[in-house]
């Protein structure tokens, strides 16, 4: 059961609402204010609050309760609050009408899902201990910093770990990906925009660094800015105000950038796709997050880390890696770093028919030619075309392939799962044995 917080001065939806989240086994507490809401001293597990109420957004109480999960309620009308909060760190956004079914779901994902937060930096290998401590030193400093690495990297939680060790860290940090916004916008979404032609406060649009306010702006993928917004961030950092779109007026922020990217930027200058004077001006410190496959003692420290999260989620405690699986993925060059083994983790803990995840369970040897074929041998490699095989096609070819030359005992240890394992794998997929079973001496 967990304490949860309603703030809305609806008086209808509040009961109604409360008497939806009751039935859930929660205990419920209402507030008709944000001061009233600020005011609580009892423990709150989640808030439930409305974007619009008569003494201000429930979007100010995102830092107000952090970490404390935020579940924020908005109009048809206010959807972009809706973005501008879960970018400030809100858990969830619903659209009224709130389906309340949907949102008791929510609500019992935040209560639980929250604590279980892993260590941003995990890792005990010498280039993540020597990144922690180029961290340490810089993230008080309030200085401009770029960070470079290959994708799936972590650049992001890097870039979280600076902030939350910053004098910043009471607010939260807003990100951005700058590949994922169409370049006629990302001027707009960076500084906001100002509609003279309405003249009313409700159709201005304040930027992403202007919400940053007194906290830090994360721009991953900064090489893809295109020219027009270098030239505004290039202003912004030298001088410490911006101009909305459509407006003249200079507005003052205090804002820490800390930008990322998996390109080369130096090669984009000499190139002429990036401004060499905005180069200079983000790289007044530089940090490399080391890629995956530098980092051979932390690799399975990060998949139990993983394992740990998404069998919580999901409530399978029980489940746990085989030791042909661990050994698999400790040999598995993770082209995708750290991003690929936390959705391998999680798709095998879903896919995972037992309570042991299996090399099968896996679905990565076919990806990596680095990595024994099921130590089959030699004449019993697959052709070219298997990598595109999903992995019920590759155990139905690999068990009508070599059974007539193995034992079930024998295809199952190649496999890396057990006979039952096998047996029902057969089963379901309708393979049938050889009809004459080898001895298994």
Not at 212 to 233: H, M, V, Y
Request: glycine share 6%; net charge negative; proline share 4%.
């Amino acid at each position: 059961m967990a304490t949860l917080l309603i703030v809305t001065d609806d008086a209808i939806a509040s009961k109604s609402l409360q008497m939806s989240l009751e039935q859930r086994n929660h205990s419920v507490l209402v507030s008709e204010s944000i001061h009233g809401a600020k005011s609580i001293t009892s423990k709150i597990d989640c808030v439930i609050c409305e974007h619009r109420l008569s003494d201000g957004s429930g979007i100010d109480l995102i830092t107000n309760f952090k970490p404390t999960p935020l579940i924020l309620l908005v109009g048809q009308s206010s959807l972009q609050a809706g973005i501008l909060a879960m970018r400030k760190g809100a858990f969830d956004c619903f659209t009224k009408p709130v389906d309340q079914a949907d949102l008791g779901k929510a609500v019992d994902r935040a209560t639980t899902t929250y604590p279980e937060k892993i260590d941003p930096m995990i890792g005990h290998c010498e280039p993540m201990l020597k990144l922690k401590r180029q961290v340490s030193r810089v993230a008080p400093l309030d200085k401009t910093i770029l960070i470079s690495g290959e994708s799936g990297t972590g650049k992001e939680l890097v870039a979280k770990s600076i902030h939350d060790q910053s004098r910043r860290s009471g607010l939260e940090m807003i990100s951005i990906n700058c590949a994922t916004i169409p370049q006629s916008l990302i001027e707009i979404e960076l500084f906001g925009h100002v509609n003279e032609e309405l003249k009313s406060v409700a159709s201005d649009y304040s930027g992403l660094i202007e919400s940053a306010d007194q906290s830090s702006l994360f721009l991953d993928e900064i090489s893809e800015l295109p020219t027009g917004a270098q030239t505004r961030l290039l202003q912004f950092l030298e001088e410490g105000k911006i101009r909305r779109v459509g407006c003249i007026e200079q507005i003052d922020v205090d804002v820490r950038l800390i930008a990322a990217t998996r390109h080369n930027l130096l090669e984009r200058v000499s190139t002429g796709e990036f401004r060499e004077d905005l180069y200079y001006r983000l790289n007044i410190i530089e940090l490399t997050c080391p890629p995956l496959r530098h980092r051979e003692d932390d690799i399975l420290i990060l998949a139990e880390a993983f394992l740990k999260q998404v069998k919580n989620n999901i409530v399978r405690p029980e489940i746990r890696l085989s030791e042909a699986a661990k050994a698999a993925i400790s040999k598995y060059k993770w082209p995708g770093n750290v991003r690929e083994l936390s959705n391998v983790v999680q798709r095998a803990v879903v896919l995972c028919e037992g309570p042991i995840i299996e090399t099968i369970d896996l679905n990565i040897q076919m990806l990596d030619p680095d990595v024994p074929e099921f130590n089959a041998g030699e004449q019993h490699h697959v052709t070219e075309s298997r990598p595109t095989m999903s992995l019920e096609d590759y155990f139905q070819y690999f068990v009508l392939s070599h059974q007539e030359q193995m034992s079930e005992t024998e295809l199952a240890k190649q496999l890396g799962i057990s006979r039952k394992s096998l047996w029902e794998r057969r089963n379901r997929l309708g393979i049938p044995k050889r009809k004459e079973v080898l001895s298994e001496s």
